[in-house]
């Protein structure tokens, strides 16, 4: 075991920290991450929408909204907007921040690096329709089907943006008295000038090529691929388990895998999201299998399960520390917040707990979507907060599914029921006159 920790330490440490610090990687990361609370507020609307102001939503329907305000659907309209300002223009979101993280890695100006990227990606997108001699734009390409393309715009803006913006040759300097917002946009005038020319040609180019230019070609060729090949359960396994094996290294797993699976599962997750607000419904959303899974099903306390551990531990352990620290992480752990038991008792490095860490989580994603292949529960296609306490998440994820509820308490019982063994064993290794 220790040669294998040594062997752990020496490749897989350095890889992963490598990976944590890789400026595009981290900026993709960050993007999805200062997102999150758009997405989380456009979910919530669309939960609000049809478990309330629903005639026949779950909350509508246990509360009797329904006969104390006969018109509660009208009142839909007053909150739709917010997915036209959160899940709809996404994209726009993440060019910009992508191209503004890149841009603070250079320490060059990221505010105008990220508009910089806005603009290209509109000089970028495909052309207006004419109708009835009005021009439109399509909002086809501004949410989740042009996630991909901002991603590469704001990757190849922040790179060359940054890089001419600090070239001394390319910066006007303008005299003292010149008020600061002004100075600040002549000395990147230059760079914004050539990157927004090499994009429209780029774009003529394109469009002479496909119809809506890089944004089809990108999702024809890349993006759709890429989200069919992922949204499996198959790729959920064994995302989480990479994610799980990584903690046990003292690695955040989560975090160093982020960048790959907001690229696989980012639009299959607001296309579910899409179909709830369009049909009121999760049933028959067109993606079952998506990173929602591993958060519904085998992620209460935090990564590994660890919930699981901690009621196994107030069970069979006879261990005073580990009962010390249960009792110490069993409120954090209700809200998904685990280090004190990774770190605390610990996981990380544990010979003992490292085989359930990894199995619990892998088991609880494959009975969840079980139990959504069969269609006794819906997909998670709601937003859910990452806080919210264990079986809650299945229940809201799903709006409101009773069935899911369920479900989310066998995940704890089965997490649970693995665990217990690798605690007793862990009784074996302490003398007797440390239990309590």
Same mark, same amino acid.
């Given at each position: 075991?220790?040669?294998? *920790? ?46 309330? @102001? ?42 910009? @921040? ?29 052309? =207006? ?86 944004? *089809? ?92 551990? @901690? ?10 520390? =580990?009962?010390?620290?249960g009792k110490l992480s069993i409120g954090p752990g209700l809200f998904n917040i685990n280090e004190p038991v990774i770190f605390g008792l610990p996981v990380v490095l544990n010979p003992i707990f490292m085989i359930p860490f990894i199995i619990v989580p892998a ?5 969840? =979507? ?67």
């Amino acid at each position: 075991m220790e040669k294998f *920790e040594r062997t752990v330490e020496r490749f897989l440490v350095p890889i992963a920290a490598r990976l944590n610090a890789q400026r595009h990687i981290c900026a993709i990361r960050d993007a999805f991450i200062l997102c999150f609370p758009i997405i989380m507020a456009g979910s919530i609307i669309t939960l609000l929408n049809f478990a309330i @102001l629903s005639p026949d939503g779950f909350i509508a329907n246990i509360l009797f909204l329904d006969k104390l305000f006969p018109n509660l659907a009208d009142y839909q309209t007053v909150f739709t907007p917010v997915l036209r300002g959160s899940l709809d223009v996404m994209s726009v979101f993440v060019v910009f @921040l992508v191209a503004r993280n890149l841009a603070i890695s250079f320490q060059a100006d990221e505010l105008l690096s990220g508009l910089t990227a806005v603009s290209c990606y509109f000089i970028i997108y495909p052309p =207006y329709r004419i109708i009835d001699n009005e021009s439109f734009l399509t909002m086809k390409w501004l949410g989740a089907q042009g996630l991909f393309v901002a991603l590469i715009i704001g990757i190849i803006v922040g790179e060359v943006f940054s890089r001419l913006a600090n070239s001394k040759r390319l910066q006007i300097h303008m005299p003292p008295q010149v008020p600061p917002a002004v100075a600040r946009t002549f000395k990147v005038l230059f760079p914004i000038i050539f990157i927004t020319i090499g994009f429209a040609i780029v774009s003529f180019a394109l469009t002479s090529v496909t119809k809506n230019g890089l944004h *089809e070609l990108v999702y024809t060729l890349l993006q759709a691929p890429l989200r069919d090949m992922g949204t499996n359960i198959f790729t959920v396994v064994f995302l989480g388990i990479v994610a799980n094996f990584l903690w046990l290294f003292g690695i955040h797993g989560p975090n160093t895998i982020a960048a790959i699976r907001e690229t696989i599962f980012a639009e299959a997750n607001l296309d579910n999201l899409a179909f709830a607000a369009k049909t009121g419904s999760a049933w028959d959303a067109p993606f079952p299998a998506t990173w929602a899974l591993n958060d519904a099903f085998a992620n209460y306390g935090g990564s590994g399960m660890t919930l699981g551990l @901690l009621i196994a531990i107030f069970i069979a352990s006879k261990r005073r520390d =580990y009962k010390d620290i249960g009792k110490l992480s069993i409120g954090p752990g209700l809200f998904n917040i685990n280090e004190p038991v990774i770190f605390g008792l610990p996981v990380v490095l544990n010979p003992i707990f490292m085989i359930p860490f990894i199995i619990v989580p892998a088991v609880n994603t494959s009975v969840g =979507y079980m139990f959504i292949s069969l269609k006794i529960i819906p997909p998670i296609a709601y937003s859910v907060p990452w806080t919210t306490p264990g079986p809650l998440i299945p229940f809201l994820g799903t709006g409101g599914n009773w069935a899911a509820l369920a479900v989310g308490f066998l995940c704890l019982a089965i997490s649970t029921i693995i665990y217990l063994p690798f605690v007793m064993a862990a009784n074996k290794t302490v003398k007797t006159d440390s239990g309590g």
